[in-house]
């Protein structure tokens, strides 16, 4: 196993504020769409900049330029300069000639950066803007993406930078890719004030707006996390890196962790969701046995009412703190399950409860225990300290709600199974009448928690489970679980009988849950069971969960097509918006046994996925966080490609015991954020976490991991099949094989998110060409595979 090093050059400079936007020509739903990012994103050059830089940021009094040679920082402010203007301290309200401007510019340059480089936007943001500025429109720009992050490539030989946010912050990192040398980087900067070291060895500059403090550098082999100590040095009045010896021949890659903490007490804990607002904060909620749970002053509920209750933690962005945490419970046992958080940061909280004394709120739906368990829904506020409503919901015997959902309106929606033939219902709902041994309930409950806008059985004589939900714009619920024989299906759904003893569904219910749009077993011969789903902007159902069955449906293209546990292995279906037809499916496992239990996905339909696996064998992807399993049972936190046919990054989380996945989110820039359960009293946290060590039995773990595919590991897997003149080229590439005689030769390029863009197969093999022209500037892989071999190539596309 090859060791990696990360070395991080992280620049911290102030906190976003507003966006200054005088040039811009913005209608209300785009300054919508900007307000709504948070202002940390990377606006690209279409030509209305000189063409020296390459993207711009703005924030209050500071614009930075990334250049083709590294940043200027452009600070400034306005000051009224006239005495006979009344007091008025905004000078934006003022005639220019009653405003002075007071500016000072630094450039960080790149001291023999290379001349020639590419740079990549990445993530790209649903907004855009529009620079029409003065008389000469051959200088106007419309349609001006906008990006979450910026990597510029080669800056030197072997070397990126990446630009980015964190926690609020403007960052950038080296990353050095095998074999190059870190020395050659040096920085010339320029316009300072006055440069040097601090006494904790970070590099200070002055200004007349105050100090900027570049953090120290963060270095550590891949493999084994050791750490490769790493300092600023001045050499001939340039700032370069002194670092300890490492082996230089191994891969140098960027860390994809962001940060990792416990949370819990002295007994047990257990996280089973996990949400992230706007801000990037993240709420955790689950149950647990601990009297000594992290509680924070002024939070709704400071003590433990019962056996066991529940938590529900917000973490801030950085993971270093708990904005607030609290119990929620009554005297008997209380477990949440399911979260979701709405634009006002009001958290949405499941589950199910024993408590005949559960906190409701006046006015709510119902008030009391009708069962033995019943579900409930609980909604508290963004600070922590207050319910806005608490509801019961259930009949006269068990009731588990297991998922939550909301929708623009603020209504929730939720799903789990009862056995109570008394569970209420609404008039002209799909099914009124219990049928079975266990049922599947779906309900959607108005803003205030007061009313059930409709409530429905689905199930047959036998078992049905739900267990996760999603919803379309148009407020139609999908529904996955598991269910026997018996369970309706519709007409023309793509599996319309059981596969086996049960097997995995999917349900599309109307928006006023009165009809089913679709319903489809998934499953082959043996057990399959789905615990989530997911949805892309196109309506396609995203499942995970796992399967026993060894003829489970496979697409062709399958990252997997075989079942390889020994008894269970995950697997990932996507189902078309019709139900009648999968898009892909495949299995993901080794030889142990692997479930999974969580899936999202973002605006590139790519799936991420968590749950835990016992196999030593499971595929990881080269430059993971970690590559090999700890030990008894590991997270996994897996990345798939759009189409089903490959891993973009996958990785084992664990220590010395066992750890599960159960719930993972996306924020806006597609970091993913994991929690669960962790025996393992050496599970890996990050600087300065909020909690560093195991404080009972099981506590429940958050990781931030930005799961970005290591091209540079990628790249280096050759089996010298071909050669690509020019590159980078804009567009068109010869492609050059070295042995013309070869045979089923196919060839594919993908971008950076995995998509496939280009599919051919090669037949004149001795002048051949491809063509991406019509392809966005930026990085791609070319995929060159025949029966024997494969080989892949970066392309540099201008």
């Known amino acids: 196993m090859k060791k990696n090093l ?51 940021t703005q924030m209050s009094g500071l614009n930075t330029w990334i250049t083709r040679k590294g940043i200027q920082l452009e600070f400034y402010k306005k000051e009224i300069n006239n005495e006979n203007v009344s007091k008025i301290d905004d000078c934006s309200k003022l005639e220019i000639i009653d405003c ?53 490539k080669d800056i030197y030989d072997g070397i990126d930078i990446r630009y980015y946010f964190e926690n609020n912050f403007l960052k950038y990192d080296f990353i050095v890719h095998p074999w190059a040398d870190a020395n050659q980087i040096q920085i010339n900067i320029v316009g300072s004030d006055k440069t040097y070291l601090n006494t904790k060895g970070e590099l200070v500059l002055s200004t007349l707006f105050g100090e900027i403090q570049n953090a120290n550098l963060y270095c550590y082999q891949q493999e084994d996390r050791r750490k490769v100590e790493g300092n600023f040095t001045n050499k001939s009045g340039n700032w370069s890196f002194d670092l300890e010896t490492y082996d230089k021949s191994q891969t140098l890659i960027i860390d994809p962790l962001i940060y990792a903490t416990y949370i819990g007490g002295s007994h047990y804990d257990e996280a089973y969701s996990i949400a992230v607002d706007a801000s990037n904060n993240v709420y955790v909620s689950g149950f647990t046995y601990s009297s000594n749970f992290d509680i924070t002053a002024g939070a709704f509920q400071t003590s433990r009412a019962g056996d066991w209750d529940i938590f529900v933690s917000k973490l801030n962005a950085g993971g270093t703190d708990l904005i607030y945490s609290t119990y929620i419970g009554g005297s008997g046992s209380d477990f949440a399950v399911s979260s979701a958080v709405d634009a006002n940061n ?43 409503y608490s509801t019961y919901i259930g009949g006269n015997n068990g009731d588990y709600s297991r998922a939550i959902a909301i929708d623009t309106s603020n209504n929730a929606y939720i799903t789990g199974n009862t056995n109570s033939n008394n569970f209420v219902t609404s008039i002209g709902a799909f099914q009124n009448v219990y049928n079975g041994l266990e049922d599947i309930f779906v309900c959607k409950l108005n803003e205030a928690g007061n009313t059930l806008i409709y409530s429905t059985y689905i199930g047959s004589f036998n078992n049905e489970y739900g267990q996760s939900i999603a919803l379309d714009n148009a407020g139609n619920a999908y529904i996955t679980g598991w269910a026997h024989f018996g369970f309706i299906t519709t007409p023309g759904a793509f599996q319309s009988t059981i596969g086996g003893g049960s097997d995995a569904i999917v349900v599309k219910l109307n928006s006023l849950g009165t009809a089913l749009i679709y319903s489809t077993f998934i499953g082959g011969s043996g057990a399959d069971a789905g615990f989530d789903i997911a949805l892309d902007s196109s309506n396609n159902a995203y499942i995970t969960g796992d399967t026993e069955s060894s003829n489970f449906i496979v697409s062709p293209t399958a990252f997997q097509n075989n079942h390889e546990g020994s008894w269970t292995d ?25 479930t999974s239990y969580s899936i999202s996905v973002d605006s590139n339909e790519n799936a991420y996925i968590t749950g835990r696996t016992e196999s030593t064998n499971f595929d990881i992807t080269a430059g993971a966080f970690q590559t090999t399993k700890a030990a008894g049972r590991d997270v996994f936190a ?54 560093t060590g195991n404080a009972g039995t099981r506590d429940l773990f958050v990781f931030k991991l930005d799961m970005i595919p290591n091209l540079s590991i990628i790249e280096n897997f050759k089996n010298n099949l071909f050669s690509v003149f020019p590159n980078p080229s804009y567009g068109v590439y010869q492609i050059v094989f070295e042995n013309t005689n070869m045979l089923a030769l196919e060839l594919e390029v993908y971008d950076i998110t995995g ?23 930026g990085m791609y892989l070319l995929k060159v595979k025949t029966n024997q071999a494969q080989q892949i190539t970066r392309l540099i596309k201008l």
């Not at 739903?29 to 050059?45: M, P, R, T, V």
């Not at 510019?105 to 790149?110: E, F, K, P, Q, S």
């Not at 290379?114 to 529009?130: L, P, Y």
């Not at 998509?755 to 500037?777: H, P, W």
């Open 6 to 56: 990360l070395i991080i050059f992280a620049l911290l400079l102030f906190k976003i504020a507003t966006i200054h936007g005088q040039a811009n020509n913005l209608n209300t739903d785009a300054k919508q769409k900007l307000n709504n990012l948070n202002q940390q994103y990377f606006i690209e050059n279409k030509g209305q900049w000189p063409n020296e830089v390459l993207y711009l």
């Open 100 to 152: 002075k401007f007071i500016g000072q510019r630094v450039n960080y340059d790149l001291v023999n950066c290379n001349s020639i480089v590419v740079a990549k936007g990445e993530m790209r943001q649903s907004a855009h803007k529009n620079f029409l500025i003065g008389n000469d429109q051959n200088k106007y720009a419309t349609n001006v993406a906008i990006y979450g992050q910026v990597i510029v």
């Open 346 to 388: 009001d958290l949405y909280i499941t589950g199910y409860t024993s408590s005949t004394n559960y906190i409701t709120t006046a006015g709510a739906f119902q008030t009391i225990n009708n069962g033995g368990v019943d579900g409930f829904i609980t909604k508290l506020n963004a600070s922590g300290t207050a319910l806005i």
């Open 570 to 594: 995950a697997f990932v279906t996507k189902i078309n918006a019709l139900g009648n037809a999968i898009i892909y499916s495949t299995y993901l496992g080794g030889s142990g046994d692997d």
């Open 638 to 691: 897996s990345k798939l490609n759009a189409t089903g046919s490959a891993l973009l990054y996958s990785s084992y989380i664990g220590g010395n015991n066992n750890d599960v996945g159960l719930s993972l989110a996306l924020d806006s820039s597609a970091n993913a954020y994991l929690t669960g359960l962790t025996w393992s009293t050496d599970l890996y946290t990050s600087t300065g976490a909020f909690q």
């Open 755 to 777: 998509k496939l863009v280009l599919n051919k197969q090669v037949s004149n093999k001795n002048d051949f060409y491809i063509d991406i022209s019509k392809e966005a500037s």
